[in-house]
């Protein structure tokens, strides 16, 4: 497999590399399994599924992606990397402050704002799914893997949250998050979105790296973690005694 690093690109090549195929196709599969979990619960009875089993399983899928997306974080390409999400609050906080005096800076991963909207999507879709394994919705066959380890006024007080979570938390994040790359590509011309479906992005004088650095063996790479982190999760609640039917 050829290496994909900045030094096999052409050199008058018009984009360069910013993201790599797994991270792309996770955040996809992401926004796709929010979704699916949403519907599912939402027309469980149109679609004849009354004990939730659907549900069930796009919630165990979003853990799965989650914890891949943390292996991913150390086995990726650069601008997948976690290290590229932790900013200090005082850089996030001069990048906010310049970005509102019209000074344009571009990142070629995440700016130091946008990496605390990412981390603050994938703490709160962490604790929705997590709420769903203890949640039961009126009888043992629409409850999630793990609720017999909780007492039932913990149950109730969990099945309360997470409803609530998702309504005032997740919906107040997400149409933020759209907007915010919508604009970014309307005002600043920063093409978030696009990026994130062709792995490009226009070649220009990034602040973080010219283009980013995948390495060779990517599939494999993203194959092997994404094993582990399925194995984690099922295994995980089979270990803890899990209802995974």
């Known amino acids: 497999m050829q290496t994909e690093t900045p030094s096999a690109r052409p050199a008058g090549a018009e984009t360069v590399r910013a993201w790599d195929l797994p991270t792309r196709l996770f955040h996809w599969a992401l926004v ?10 939402r027309y469980s009875e149109a679609i004849g599924d009354f004990t939730l089993k659907i549900h069930r399983w796009t919630g165990m899928t979003i853990l799965v992606l989650l914890v891949f997306r943390l292996l991913w974080g150390i086995f990726g390409g650069s601008t997948s990397r976690l290290s590229h999400l932790f900013n200090w609050p005082w850089t996030a906080a001069g990048y906010g402050l310049d970005v509102l005096r019209g000074r344009s800076r571009h990142y070629l991963g995440h700016n130091p704002m946008g990496s605390y ?17 203890f949640s039961v919705e009126h009888n043992d066959l629409t409850a999630g893997p793990l609720y017999r380890l909780v007492s039932e006024e913990t149950r109730e007080a969990v099945t309360h949250w997470h409803g609530r979570w998702f309504y005032f938390v997740l919906l107040a994040l997400i149409p933020v998050h ?16 696009r990026a994130m479906v062709t792995g490009t992005k226009p070649r220009g004088d990034y602040v973080d790296a010219p283009e980013a650095v995948i390495g060779p063996g990517t599939g494999v790479r993203a194959l092997i973690c994404l094993v582990i982190a399925a194995v984690i999760v099922f295994g995980g609640i089979f270990a803890a005694g899990g209802k995974m039917l």
């Not at 796709?32 to 619960?41: D, E, L």
């Not at 999507?121 to 799914?129: H, N, P, R």
């Not at 759209?178 to 011309?189: P, S, T």
């Open 117 to 133: 909207m990412i981390l603050a999507l994938f703490s709160a879709v962490a604790v929705q799914a997590g709420l769903g394994l």
């Open 32 to 41: 796709a399994a929010i979704f699916m979990s949403w519907a599912s619960w």
């Open 178 to 193: 759209i907007l915010v790359n919508i604009a970014y590509g309307v005002l600043k011309g920063d093409p978030l979105v």
